[in-house]
C-alpha cells in the first residue's frame, strides 16, 4: 500500500537533533553579527571634547585639555612637515624635486586655511559662544590629526617620526624665554618701516596660550584668535582678522588700537628674550614689540 519504507524512530530523532544543531547555528551566527555590529558602533574613537569632558567636569579644564591636545597634535604634524621638507631636500638633484617642495608649502598653506574656515563652520553648531568654541578646537584637533596621517603616509616607515613625540623630534624651534601665558603690554610700534608713536590711552595687551589661542585687549574691546608656532619661531595667525567684542557694541573709528590689530596680523615671526616680545613682518616694515 505504501511505497515509501517507514521511517527509523532512531534516524528521524536524529534529523530533529541535526535541524535543532542547525537552526541553533544559525541564531548563533546572526547573534555574532548583531553584536558586531553594535560593537562597532559602540566602539567609535570618542571626540576630543568626549575625551576632555571624561577627564575633568569643569569648562575651565574641559578647554585647557583641548588646548594641550591640540598643541600635540600640532607638534605632531609639525614634524612630519619638517620630515616631508627634509626628505624633498635629499632629492633635490631629482628633476622636479625644488617644485615639489614650493607645491607642499602652498598645499600646507591652504591647509590652515581651510581648517579655519571648516572649524568656523562647525563652530556655528552651538547656540552659545564657549560650545562653539569648543566644536572649533575640536574640529581642529580632528582636522590637523587627518593631516598629520596624509603626511606620515608620504614617508617611508623608517622616516616617519612617531606621533606626539615633541622631544624625540621637536617640531618648533622653542624661544629661548616662553612666550605662553604673560600678559605681553604693547610698548613700540613700527609700521610701514616708521615708528608710530602710541596713544596715551593705547592699551594693547596680548596673552598667547601653549594650546594656540590669541586673546588680549585694547583700550575700548576684547579680541581672540588661534595661531601656530611653526619651525624658527615663524607665527602664522588662523584666521583672517581678530575675532573683536567692542565694549560700546560698535566700531570707533578713533580708537587707535583697532588699527594696531592689523598690524598684528601681519607679521609672522616671533622673537622673545629678557626684554620682551618681537613680532615682525617677513619685510621687517611692521615691528611690534611688547613688555611684560
Known amino acids: 500500500m505504501f511505497d515509501r519504507p517507514l521511517l527509523d524512530p532512531r534516524a528521524a530523532a536524529g534529523q530533529r537533533v541535526g535541524y535543532k544543531t542547525a537552526i541553533a547555528l544559525v541564531l548563533g551566527l546572526v547573534l555574532v553579527a548583531a553584536l558586531s555590529i553594535l560593537s562597532a558602533k559602540t566602539a567609535r574613537a570618542a571626540t576630543p571634547v568626549e575625551e576632555c569632558t571624561d577627564r575633568s567636569p569643569t569648562l575651565a579644564g574641559i578647554t585647557a585639555c583641548l588646548d594641550e591636545m591640540l598643541k600635540r597634535a600640532e607638534d605632531g604634524m609639525w614634524a612630519r612637515s619638517k620630515a616631508v621638507l627634509a626628505q624633498m631636500k635629499q632629492l633635490r638633484k631629482q628633476a622636479g624635486s625644488r617644485g615639489a617642495a614650493q607645491l607642499f608649502n602652498a598645499a600646507q598653506k591652504q591647509f590652515h586655511s581651510y581648517r579655519a574656515a571648516q572649524c568656523a563652520w562647525v563652530a556655528t553648531q552651538s547656540e552659545t559662544t564657549q560650545g562653539a568654541e569648543r566644536l572649533r578646537v ?62 596715551a590711552e593705547s592699551r594693547v595687551v596680548l596673552v598667547l596660550s601653549e594650546g594656540g589661542g590669541v586673546a588680549g585687549t585694547t583700550r575700548a574691546s576684547i579680541y581672540s584668535g588661534r595661531y601656530v608656532l611653526g619651525p624658527n619661531n615663524r607665527i602664522a595667525w588662523l584666521q583672517t582678522g581678530f575675532n573683536i567684542e567692542r565694549a560700546s557694541g560698535q566700531f570707533d573709528a578713533d580708537d587707535p588700537d583697532e588699527a594696531i590689530l592689523d598690524d598684528l596680523a601681519a607679521t609672522t615671526k616671533l622673537r622673545v628674550d629678557s626684554t620682551g616680545l618681537t613680532l615682525t613682518s617677513d619685510n621687517g616694515s611692521v615691528v611690534l614689540v611688547f613688555g611684560r
Open 138 to 199: 575640536d574640529c581642529m584637533i580632528r582636522v590637523t590629526r587627518e593631516r598629520t596621517l596624509e603626511l606620515a603616509g608620504a614617508l617611508p616607515t623608517e622616516a616617519a617620526p612617531l606621533e606626539e613625540t615633541p622631544a624625540a623630534n621637536p617640531p618648533v624651534e622653542a624661544p629661548s624665554q616662553s612666550p605662553f601665558g604673560v600678559e605681553w603690554h604693547l610698548v613700540q610700534l613700527v609700521r610701514n618701516g616708521q615708528e608710530e608713536p602710541l596713544s
